[in-house]
Protein backbone atom coordinates (compact mmCIF):
# COMPACT_ATOMS: atom_id res chain seq x y z
CA UNK A 1 0.00 0.00 0.00
CA UNK A 2 1.56 3.58 -0.78
CA UNK A 3 0.91 5.94 1.48
CA UNK A 4 2.39 9.02 3.41
CA UNK A 5 2.67 7.04 6.42
CA UNK A 6 4.97 4.65 4.92
CA UNK A 7 7.50 7.22 3.96
CA UNK A 8 10.92 7.13 6.31
CA UNK A 9 9.02 4.58 8.89
CA UNK A 10 11.84 2.28 7.86
CA UNK A 11 14.44 4.63 8.52
CA UNK A 12 14.05 5.22 12.25
CA UNK A 13 17.32 4.91 14.47
CA UNK A 14 15.70 5.32 17.10
CA UNK A 15 17.57 5.98 20.04
CA UNK A 16 20.27 8.25 19.06
CA UNK A 17 20.29 7.47 15.75
CA UNK A 18 22.91 7.08 13.51
CA UNK A 19 23.87 9.34 10.82
CA UNK A 20 23.05 6.43 8.35
CA UNK A 21 19.49 6.83 9.91
CA UNK A 22 19.48 10.41 9.35
CA UNK A 23 20.47 10.51 5.43
CA UNK A 24 17.52 8.56 4.61
CA UNK A 25 15.16 10.23 7.16
CA UNK A 26 15.99 13.21 4.93
CA UNK A 27 13.63 11.61 2.16
CA UNK A 28 10.90 12.22 5.15
CA UNK A 29 10.40 15.76 4.08
CA UNK A 30 7.80 14.31 1.18
CA UNK A 31 6.06 12.61 3.82
CA UNK A 32 3.90 16.28 4.20
CA UNK A 33 0.56 16.15 2.74
CA UNK A 34 -0.91 19.32 1.87
CA UNK A 35 -2.88 20.50 4.71
CA UNK A 36 -5.43 18.35 5.82
CA UNK A 37 -8.65 19.76 7.38
CA UNK A 38 -7.31 20.06 10.70
CA UNK A 39 -8.31 23.72 11.13
CA UNK A 40 -8.50 24.05 14.94
CA UNK A 41 -12.39 24.15 16.09
CA UNK A 42 -11.28 24.98 19.42
CA UNK A 43 -9.83 28.25 20.63
CA UNK A 44 -6.16 28.24 21.36
CA UNK A 45 -6.14 29.16 24.91
CA UNK A 46 -4.99 32.14 25.90
CA UNK A 47 -2.27 32.73 28.80
CA UNK A 48 -2.89 36.10 28.20
CA UNK A 49 -4.25 37.96 31.41
CA UNK A 50 -7.57 39.83 31.04
CA UNK A 51 -6.35 43.07 30.03
CA UNK A 52 -6.93 46.13 32.54
CA UNK A 53 -5.64 48.32 30.23
CA UNK A 54 -8.71 51.90 30.44
CA UNK A 55 -6.94 52.64 26.79
CA UNK A 56 -7.50 56.36 26.39
CA UNK A 57 -7.89 56.56 30.54
CA UNK A 58 -10.86 54.77 30.52
CA UNK A 59 -12.61 54.98 33.87
CA UNK A 60 -13.40 52.95 36.92
CA UNK A 61 -16.80 52.76 35.76
CA UNK A 62 -16.28 51.50 32.29
CA UNK A 63 -13.52 48.67 33.34
CA UNK A 64 -16.26 47.55 35.78
CA UNK A 65 -18.76 47.79 33.34
CA UNK A 66 -16.76 45.41 30.74
CA UNK A 67 -17.83 42.25 30.21
CA UNK A 68 -15.81 39.24 32.35
CA UNK A 69 -13.42 37.34 30.47
CA UNK A 70 -14.99 34.04 29.57
CA UNK A 71 -12.50 31.30 30.52
CA UNK A 72 -12.93 28.19 28.77
CA UNK A 73 -13.84 25.35 30.67
CA UNK A 74 -10.70 22.96 31.50
CA UNK A 75 -11.06 19.70 29.35
CA UNK A 76 -11.26 16.87 32.00
CA UNK A 77 -8.99 13.98 31.80
CA UNK A 78 -9.68 10.70 30.81
CA UNK A 79 -11.02 8.37 33.30
CA UNK A 80 -7.41 5.96 34.76
CA UNK A 81 -6.09 3.08 33.26
CA UNK A 82 -7.55 0.25 34.27
CA UNK A 83 -5.77 -0.98 37.55
CA UNK A 84 -4.14 -4.41 36.53
CA UNK A 85 -4.02 -6.97 39.25
CA UNK A 86 -0.66 -7.83 40.42
CA UNK A 87 -1.12 -10.79 41.73
CA UNK A 88 0.45 -13.66 39.19
CA UNK A 89 -1.01 -17.10 38.23
CA UNK A 90 0.82 -19.91 39.33
CA UNK A 91 3.85 -21.26 38.23
CA UNK A 92 1.08 -24.78 36.95
CA UNK A 93 -0.91 -21.93 35.79
CA UNK A 94 1.97 -20.02 34.00
CA UNK A 95 3.18 -23.47 32.45
CA UNK A 96 -0.30 -24.51 31.09
CA UNK A 97 -0.59 -21.18 29.49
CA UNK A 98 2.78 -21.52 28.03
CA UNK A 99 1.77 -24.79 26.29
CA UNK A 100 -1.41 -23.76 25.22
CA UNK A 101 -2.87 -25.70 27.54
CA UNK A 102 -4.50 -23.38 29.75
CA UNK A 103 -6.30 -20.07 30.12
CA UNK A 104 -4.53 -16.86 28.30
CA UNK A 105 -2.11 -15.35 30.32
CA UNK A 106 -1.51 -11.67 29.96
CA UNK A 107 1.37 -10.07 28.11
CA UNK A 108 5.09 -10.60 29.70
CA UNK A 109 7.90 -8.65 29.08
CA UNK A 110 10.94 -10.44 29.59
CA UNK A 111 14.12 -8.99 29.66
CA UNK A 112 14.88 -5.43 29.25
CA UNK A 113 13.87 -3.09 26.46
CA UNK A 114 17.26 -3.04 25.23
CA UNK A 115 17.66 -7.44 25.33
CA UNK A 116 14.02 -8.94 25.91
CA UNK A 117 11.26 -10.28 24.26
CA UNK A 118 7.65 -10.06 24.59
CA UNK A 119 4.86 -12.77 25.35
CA UNK A 120 1.06 -12.47 24.74
CA UNK A 121 1.26 -8.67 23.49
CA UNK A 122 -1.28 -6.95 22.25
CA UNK A 123 -1.45 -4.82 18.90
CA UNK A 124 -2.49 -1.37 18.49
CA UNK A 125 -4.67 -0.83 15.62
CA UNK A 126 -5.19 1.97 13.25
CA UNK A 127 -8.33 4.06 13.80
CA UNK A 128 -9.75 7.16 13.04
CA UNK A 129 -7.36 8.67 15.34
CA UNK A 130 -4.64 6.88 15.41
CA UNK A 131 -2.47 5.68 11.32
CA UNK A 132 -0.17 3.44 12.04
CA UNK A 133 3.76 4.37 10.76
CA UNK A 134 5.40 1.57 11.66
CA UNK A 135 5.76 -2.29 11.20
CA UNK A 136 5.60 -3.79 14.60
CA UNK A 137 2.44 -2.47 16.66
CA UNK A 138 3.08 -4.86 19.45
CA UNK A 139 3.35 -4.20 23.47
CA UNK A 140 1.75 -4.93 26.79
CA UNK A 141 -1.57 -4.27 27.41
CA UNK A 142 -1.02 -1.40 29.43
CA UNK A 143 1.20 0.32 26.84
CA UNK A 144 -1.58 -0.11 24.26
CA UNK A 145 -3.87 1.18 26.39
CA UNK A 146 -2.08 4.78 27.43
CA UNK A 147 -1.58 5.23 23.86
CA UNK A 148 -5.24 4.97 22.97
CA UNK A 149 -6.06 7.00 26.19
CA UNK A 150 -3.89 9.57 25.27
CA UNK A 151 -5.01 10.22 22.18
CA UNK A 152 -8.65 9.58 22.97
CA UNK A 153 -7.84 12.75 25.12
CA UNK A 154 -6.66 14.89 22.52
CA UNK A 155 -8.91 14.19 20.07
CA UNK A 156 -12.00 14.49 22.59
CA UNK A 157 -10.56 18.35 24.09
CA UNK A 158 -9.38 19.48 20.51
CA UNK A 159 -11.60 17.56 18.16
CA UNK A 160 -10.23 18.35 14.15
CA UNK A 161 -7.08 16.68 15.19
CA UNK A 162 -5.39 14.68 12.17
CA UNK A 163 -4.19 11.08 13.05
CA UNK A 164 -0.95 10.74 15.01
CA UNK A 165 1.18 8.54 13.77
CA UNK A 166 2.55 5.63 15.41
CA UNK A 167 5.35 3.74 14.58
CA UNK A 168 7.54 1.00 15.95
CA UNK A 169 6.38 -0.82 19.36
CA UNK A 170 7.47 -3.77 19.20
CA UNK A 171 7.46 -7.17 17.21
CA UNK A 172 5.01 -9.68 18.11
CA UNK A 173 7.78 -11.94 20.15
CA UNK A 174 9.84 -8.96 20.99
CA UNK A 175 13.25 -9.90 20.34
CA UNK A 176 15.70 -7.45 17.93
CA UNK A 177 13.90 -4.93 16.04
CA UNK A 178 16.50 -3.00 14.03
CA UNK A 179 17.70 -0.21 13.77
CA UNK A 180 16.26 0.71 17.16
CA UNK A 181 18.42 -0.24 20.10
CA UNK A 182 15.60 -0.97 22.14
CA UNK A 183 11.76 -1.71 21.56
CA UNK A 184 12.38 -5.52 22.65
CA UNK A 185 10.30 -5.88 25.05
CA UNK A 186 6.48 -4.23 24.41
CA UNK A 187 7.87 -1.50 26.78
CA UNK A 188 8.39 1.54 23.78
CA UNK A 189 6.91 3.03 21.17
CA UNK A 190 7.31 5.62 18.61
CA UNK A 191 4.92 8.40 18.63
CA UNK A 192 5.04 10.85 15.67
CA UNK A 193 3.65 14.71 16.12
CA UNK A 194 0.90 16.88 15.75
CA UNK A 195 1.35 19.23 12.81
CA UNK A 196 -0.45 22.26 12.03
CA UNK A 197 0.21 21.52 8.57
CA UNK A 198 -1.18 18.86 7.97
CA UNK A 199 0.00 14.71 8.61
CA UNK A 200 3.07 13.59 8.77
CA UNK A 201 5.89 11.08 10.09
CA UNK A 202 8.62 11.37 10.51
CA UNK A 203 9.30 15.15 10.00
CA UNK A 204 11.10 17.65 12.37
CA UNK A 205 8.71 20.61 13.03
CA UNK A 206 9.31 24.09 13.33
CA UNK A 207 7.80 26.33 15.12
CA UNK A 208 5.15 27.24 12.42
CA UNK A 209 4.40 23.41 11.55
CA UNK A 210 3.96 22.07 15.15
CA UNK A 211 0.59 22.17 16.73
CA UNK A 212 2.33 22.12 20.04
CA UNK A 213 -1.72 22.75 22.01
CA UNK A 214 -2.63 19.12 20.48
CA UNK A 215 1.04 17.51 20.79
CA UNK A 216 1.50 18.98 24.44
CA UNK A 217 -1.99 17.42 25.38
CA UNK A 218 -0.56 14.90 24.70
CA UNK A 219 1.83 14.40 26.21
CA UNK A 220 0.10 15.53 29.40
CA UNK A 221 -2.10 12.46 29.10
CA UNK A 222 0.52 10.56 28.36
CA UNK A 223 2.23 11.89 31.69
CA UNK A 224 -1.46 11.71 33.48
CA UNK A 225 -1.77 7.97 32.55
CA UNK A 226 1.21 7.29 35.28
CA UNK A 227 3.01 4.36 33.65
CA UNK A 228 5.41 6.51 30.85
CA UNK A 229 8.94 6.38 32.66
CA UNK A 230 10.94 8.68 30.65
CA UNK A 231 9.50 10.21 26.43
CA UNK A 232 13.60 11.02 24.75
CA UNK A 233 12.56 14.28 22.89
CA UNK A 234 15.26 16.42 21.43
CA UNK A 235 15.59 19.87 22.87
CA UNK A 236 15.42 21.69 20.31
CA UNK A 237 11.45 20.85 19.87
CA UNK A 238 10.98 20.57 23.76
CA UNK A 239 11.41 24.58 23.76
CA UNK A 240 8.64 25.03 21.39
CA UNK A 241 6.59 23.07 23.59
CA UNK A 242 8.40 24.78 26.63
CA UNK A 243 7.38 27.79 24.94
CA UNK A 244 3.62 27.20 24.39
CA UNK A 245 3.14 25.05 28.11
CA UNK A 246 4.59 28.25 29.91
CA UNK A 247 1.70 30.58 28.03
CA UNK A 248 -0.59 28.28 29.92
CA UNK A 249 1.01 29.36 33.52
CA UNK A 250 1.75 25.17 34.06
CA UNK A 251 3.34 24.81 37.65
CA UNK A 252 5.26 21.78 37.27
CA UNK A 253 7.42 22.34 33.82
CA UNK A 254 10.91 22.48 36.00
CA UNK A 255 10.10 18.57 36.64
CA UNK A 256 8.61 17.58 33.13
CA UNK A 257 11.38 19.37 30.55
CA UNK A 258 15.04 18.91 30.28
CA UNK A 259 16.46 21.99 28.61
CA UNK A 260 19.37 22.14 30.34
CA UNK A 261 20.24 18.56 29.42
CA UNK A 262 20.51 17.30 33.30
CA UNK A 263 18.96 13.91 31.99
CA UNK A 264 16.92 13.48 35.09
CA UNK A 265 13.41 14.87 33.75
CA UNK A 266 10.33 13.28 32.10
CA UNK A 267 11.63 14.70 29.05
CA UNK A 268 15.14 13.72 28.21
CA UNK A 269 16.81 14.95 25.22
CA UNK A 270 18.30 12.58 23.24
CA UNK A 271 19.68 13.22 19.37
CA UNK A 272 17.92 11.88 16.46
CA UNK A 273 14.63 11.99 18.32
CA UNK A 274 13.70 15.59 16.67
CA UNK A 275 11.14 13.52 14.20
CA UNK A 276 9.33 11.58 16.84
CA UNK A 277 8.95 10.80 20.59
CA UNK A 278 10.30 7.54 21.72
CA UNK A 279 8.21 6.84 24.50
CA UNK A 280 9.37 4.41 27.40
CA UNK A 281 6.75 2.73 29.44
CA UNK A 282 6.75 0.97 32.45
CA UNK A 283 4.48 -2.18 32.92
CA UNK A 284 4.66 -3.75 36.67
CA UNK A 285 2.44 -6.71 35.91
CA UNK A 286 3.98 -7.33 32.41
CA UNK A 287 7.76 -7.24 33.79
CA UNK A 288 6.50 -9.42 37.18
CA UNK A 289 5.29 -12.17 34.79
CA UNK A 290 7.95 -11.89 32.40
CA UNK A 291 10.28 -12.38 35.19
CA UNK A 292 9.01 -15.48 36.47
CA UNK A 293 8.44 -17.03 33.05
CA UNK A 294 12.23 -16.64 32.19
CA UNK A 295 12.69 -17.94 35.73
CA UNK A 296 10.48 -21.40 34.69
CA UNK A 297 12.27 -21.51 31.58
CA UNK A 298 15.29 -21.36 32.69
CA UNK A 299 16.44 -24.52 30.69
CA UNK A 300 15.29 -22.52 27.52
CA UNK A 301 12.50 -25.34 26.47
CA UNK A 302 9.42 -22.86 25.87
CA UNK A 303 12.24 -20.79 24.31
CA UNK A 304 10.51 -17.59 26.04
CA UNK A 305 13.68 -16.05 25.85
CA UNK A 306 13.24 -15.46 21.96
CA UNK A 307 16.35 -12.93 22.19
CA UNK A 308 18.56 -14.97 22.70
CA UNK A 309 17.74 -17.22 19.72
CA UNK A 310 17.20 -13.91 17.46
CA UNK A 311 21.13 -12.70 18.69
CA UNK A 312 22.72 -15.57 17.80
ZN1 LIG B 1 12.09 4.43 19.57
Known amino acids: MCH ?9 GCE ?3 SAGENVASDAASGVLPPASIAPTVAEPSAAPVSADGAGGASAEVAEAAPPKVQSPPCEAEPPLPKQPLELPS ?3 ILAGLRGEGGPLSAASIGSPSRGSLLFGVELSASETIERAGKYPYGTVSVVAAIERAVREVNRCFPGAHKLAVGDLSRRRGGWLLPHR ?3 SGLDADLGFYY ?14 LDARRTWRLLRALR ?6 VVFLDLRIQRLLHSYATSLNEPDLDTIFDLNSKKNRWLRHEYGHHTHMHVRFHDQRAVALGTRIARLDANGLLRVAYWAKASR
Request: proline share 8%.
Open 196 to 209: RSGPAWYVRPTAET
Open 182 to 184: SHQ
Open 16 to 18: GAP
Open 4 to 12: WFAVAAFAL
Open 224 to 229: AGGNVE
Open 91 to 93: DAD
